[in-house]
């Protein structure tokens, strides 16, 4: 069954340093998702991508944070300057051919911020 | 704005027994509603989703969930619980716009005593 993979699993970072968390997609989905949880609290929306750009963002997508698709598999969340507040689970989800459609979501990618 | 509000933290059922998991929205318009759940160290796993029809939908390992407008209510049950049922349970809403994002309730943590 196809899945949604997430790399590196787990993320050690001191602050002010640049992340790039990756994820390659299902293959045949159009849509893409950044969710993140902070320990101990809700899955929170991050940004939504389609069509190589973005559809939507939450305030928490500063300009820290910025999405792309660099070739036709990745789907990669970069942080530029990364803050201790930023310690959380950062999942990556996508669907299908409608907006609609069920989101599948990756294992997560655990950054640690120092 | 759209919320999901899920009352119960920690529920602790013993194995065989039922159980009943909650969940409360709020959102104008025809809600998506889904079921996740999430094992530890893992990601979310779609456990069933309503978008229309039938209000009694059925999903993966066992479970099903009842959509009731009247109550703004979609209730996850389980008739008989497995102790590998222990997991983390999330709620979730998706809101409209052009890109269908999920907004999560803050989960229930299930524990299963033998």
């Known amino acids: 069954e196809p899945e949604v993979t997430q790399t590196p699993s787990h993320q050690v970072t001191q602050m002010g340093q640049e992340v790039i968390l990756r994820c390659v997609p299902i293959?045949?989905?159009?849509?893409f998702y950044w969710y993140r949880q902070i320990l101990g609290q809700k899955v929170e929306f991050l940004v939504s991508?389609?069509?190589?750009?973005?559809?939507?963002k939450s305030e928490i997508f500063d300009d820290q944070f910025s999405v792309e698709r660099p070739d036709g598999s990745n789907f990669t969340l970069k942080i530029r300057s990364t803050k201790l507040e930023d310690s959380a689970m950062y999942f990556c989800?996508?669907?299908?051919?409608?907006?609609?459609?069920?989101?599948?979501f990756g294992p997560g990618t655990r950054l640690t911020v120092l | 704005a759209q919320s999901v509000t899920q009352p119960d933290i920690h529920i602790t059922v013993s194995e065989g027994a039922s159980l009943e998991l909650r969940c409360n929205y709020s959102?104008?318009?025809?809600?998506?509603l889904f079921w996740y759940v999430q094992s530890p160290g893992q990601g979310l796993q779609l456990l069933l989703k309503?978008?229309?029809?039938?209000?009694l939908v059925q999903g993966i390992k066992g479970f099903e969930a009842e959509f009731k407008r009247s109550q703004s209510s979609f209730n996850l049950r389980k008739p008989s619980v497995h102790w590998s049922d222990a997991a983390e349970y999330f709620c979730?809403?998706?809101?409209?716009?052009?890109?269908?994002?999920?907004?999560f309730g803050k989960g229930t943590l299930l524990t299963v005593n033998p």
């Open positions: 991508f389609y069509n190589n750009e973005i559809s939507e």
């Open positions: 989800a996508s669907s299908g051919a409608i907006s609609t459609d069920t989101q599948y």
């Open positions: 979730a809403v998706v809101t409209g716009g052009s890109n269908y994002k999920l907004t």
């Open positions: 293959s045949n989905h159009l849509y």
């Open positions: 959102y104008g318009a025809t809600p998506y």
């Open positions: 309503y978008f229309s029809g039938d209000t």
